[in-house]
């Protein structure tokens, strides 16, 4: 795993052209900290840098920027290529000699013989990748299908900038020299991240998942972001259309070629030259990809997990039960108040672009604690994404198809009758019910009562799962100026296919913007590799011959991928209610954040900032601080997006 940086600047001389790279290199060296390596292109005036975390090859023979044996090509490259070996074969037969064993080496010769497209085409694996081609001049940045690696681009002052992160191009110009983009911040107050291809800034873009850019350097003469165009070369869409192999007719046929891809892919993102482990949260999906994980390893693996003393938010018991049975080496941290009061300082820093997701203090936490022992874990993240984990697959058509049934004045009194009673009031509530029954689980069930009503009153599918995919349902009320919010549709019908469309949906939007942006980040922060099996190409377009009805059954999620698990693991150790990764944001902005909320939404703060109006931050952080309502989702938006703003605006 590395980083990567460069930049093209025709009226630099070159001195300052590589020092300009060294330094976007150095913004970055969490993401690479053994090696860092700068090469300029004089004549066009480009200059690749790259942060190196050994993983593969630690001899120099894996340096980069990486030269192609006819030194046509040149690469800065950061990901990991997982059947590297199977594409190594055909080009030692076409005559290819390896000076050593990376799979960079291997990625420039597969370029050289079969070109980028196809070897693009053939590749499986994390990447963003620039390329120079000295023989047509054009420059290319291209990133992987999903959008596990993260790769930034723009137009600043004359000069064309990329990096990994946008530290890097802090380097070059700083944050507070460039220009707020209002309608990305619209949509991070309504979804908690900001969706490639925009950024927090008009100057800077992201490289959307599956797609590149290529730039003829030769030819370019007009340097605006806006003649810059990328190309996708894979597309959500052009999986998801593929015709169903599996139904409920060959239902048996289904799970034992899920579990094959599984074992198959994670002995391909098993392959490393140094100590590799997994977290283990207790969950379906780092279940599945820990216990897999084990079966093919003939010595303990290390697993890791994140606990809570908020027992409804609390899986590392059940880990704990899980690792035993697998009989894995497992590791085990408890968050505490320091924890939490030492890491908000840093967010800003490790997500330098706003980002609100509440997860993301123990990701940050797991990956710090993995990277005590060991440089590479495998993850179970994209497995709702793929096999409808997420309970608003199961239960948004139900409570549509119910609420519809429902005479209008009937409705109005169960929602009257439900928001009457404060959402803390029924957690307390349900938790008494759940200690009488001696049942476990029920985190923010008041939340989720609140939110059910309410999805009630929707008018499509569609408008219900914006509304579920939102925490500030009308951003405008928010901003002071406000200009729209970016569309972000499905590559699918929501009203005719719900299931589906929805897990496009996430697969699209939610997973690169949200999910993998807090994993990339958390991990890059502490010079951790992290790998994905369960978003393998292969497992993304298995998923989709997959028909829903093996993905959802009887009001369960995840069927298909669960007949799987209890290969390996007992039923018994694994059914119980879903938590996800969350975290008890709400109790710690009450508490022990309590100080800290009060300077960043302090209101001469932000009148003087003159981004947001104060009345309904207000409004919202008193009836949450009362506990008549909970605002904690959308307060921590605006909270990041505060910290974030004085960190890399006003002190950066």
Request: aromatic share 10%; hydrophobic share 40%; proline share 4%.
């Amino acid at each position: 795993m590395c980083g990567i940086a460069g930049l093209v600047s025709p009226s630099l001389p070159i001195d300052f052209l590589k020092a300009t790279a060294t330094a976007m290199a150095e913004a970055i060296e969490h993401r690479g900290p053994d090696a860092m390596g700068v090469w300029v292109e004089q004549e066009q005036k480009l200059a690749f840098s790259h942060r190196r975390l050994s993983i593969q090859d630690l001899s120099e023979s894996g340096a980069q920027p990486m030269h192609s044996h006819s030194k046509r090509y040149t690469i800065a490259f950061n990901g990991e290529i997982y059947n590297f070996l199977e594409i190594k074969k055909p080009l030692i037969d076409a005559g290819f000699e390896f000076r050593g064993h990376s799979d960079t080496e291997v990625l420039l010769c597969a370029i050289e013989h079969w070109g980028l497209e196809q070897t693009i085409a053939k590749a499986k694996g994390m990447f963003a990748i620039a390329l120079w081609d000295s023989q047509t001049k054009v420059l290319t940045l291209i990133r992987d299908r999903i959008g596990e690696k993260p790769l930034y681009y723009g137009v600043i002052n004359g000069s064309f900038v990329f990096g990994s992160e946008l530290k890097a191009i802090f380097a070059h110009t700083p944050a507070k020299a460039l220009t707020l983009n209002k309608m990305a911040i619209a949509s991070f107050l309504r979804h908690g991240y900001i969706s490639a291809p925009n950024s927090v800034f008009e100057e800077v873009k992201k490289l959307s998942p599956g797609c590149r850019i290529d730039i003829n350097l030769a030819e370019q003469s007009d340097w605006s972001i806006a003649n810059l165009t990328p190309k996708p070369y894979w597309t959500v869409a052009q999986s998801a259309n593929q015709p169903y192999l599996y139904t409920e007719q060959n239902q048996s046929e289904a799970i034992s070629a899920l579990d094959e891809k599984i074992n198959k892919v994670i002995n391909e993102q098993s392959i490393a030259d140094v100590p590799l482990g997994a977290f283990l949260s207790g969950g379906i999906d780092s279940t599945v990809v820990s216990a897999v994980l084990q079966a093919n390893t003939s010595t303990a693996i290390d697993t890791f997990t994140i606990g809570f003393e908020e027992k409804s938010f609390n899986e590392a018991e059940f880990a704990k039960e899980i690792a035993k049975h697998l009989g894995t080496k497992h590791h085990e941290h408890y968050v505490n108040q320091q924890d939490i009061l030492e890491l908000v300082n840093i967010l800003p820093r490790v997500y330098d672009e706003p980002f609100a997701d509440a997860s993301q203090l123990p990701t940050i936490l797991v990956n710090r604690f993995a990277r005590s022992e060991l440089t590479v874990c495998l993850s179970g993240d994209g497995g709702d994404e793929l096999f409808a984990g997420y309970n608003r697959y199961v239960f948004t058509e139900a409570v549509l198809k119910k609420a519809a049934a429902l005479p209008a004045v009937f409705k109005s009194i169960l929602k009257a009758l439900i928001t009457s009673v404060a959402p803390g009031k029924w957690d307390k509530l349900y938790q008494a019910l759940n200690s009488i029954a001696k049942r476990k689980g029920g985190a923010e069930f008041g939340n989720k009562l609140y939110k059910m009503v309410s999805l009630a009153d929707a008018k499509s599918k569609a408008a219900a799962y914006e509304y579920l995919m939102s925490y500030w349902q009308q951003p405008e009320q928010v901003l002071k100026a406000f200009n729209g919010e970016p569309a972000m549709q499905s590559p699918l019908s929501l009203e005719d296919d719900f299931i589906n469309a929805a897990m496009a949906w996430d697969q699209q939007w939610y997973l690169p913007g949200d999910n993998l942006t807090k994993t990339d980040r958390a991990s890059m922060a502490a010079s951790l590799e992290l790998r994905a099996p369960l978003l393998d190409i292969e497992l993304i377009d298995f998923a989709w011959t997959v028909s829903p009805e093996l993905k959802v059954r009887d009001g369960k999620s995840k069927w298909l991928l669960r007949e799987v698990l209890y290969k390996y693991v007992p039923k018994e150790l694994i059914e119980r209610p879903k938590m996800g990764f969350s975290v008890p944001i709400s109790q710690w902005i009450r508490t022990d954040l309590s100080a800290w909320v009060d300077e960043l939404l302090d209101k001469e703060f932000i009148e003087k900032q003159g981004i947001f109006n104060y009345a309904p931050i207000q409004h919202a952080l008193l009836e949450h601080r009362s506990g008549s309502y909970d605002h904690g989702k959308k307060l921590w938006t605006l909270l990041m997006f505060q910290a974030w703003f004085k960190t890399n605006i006003i002190d950066g």
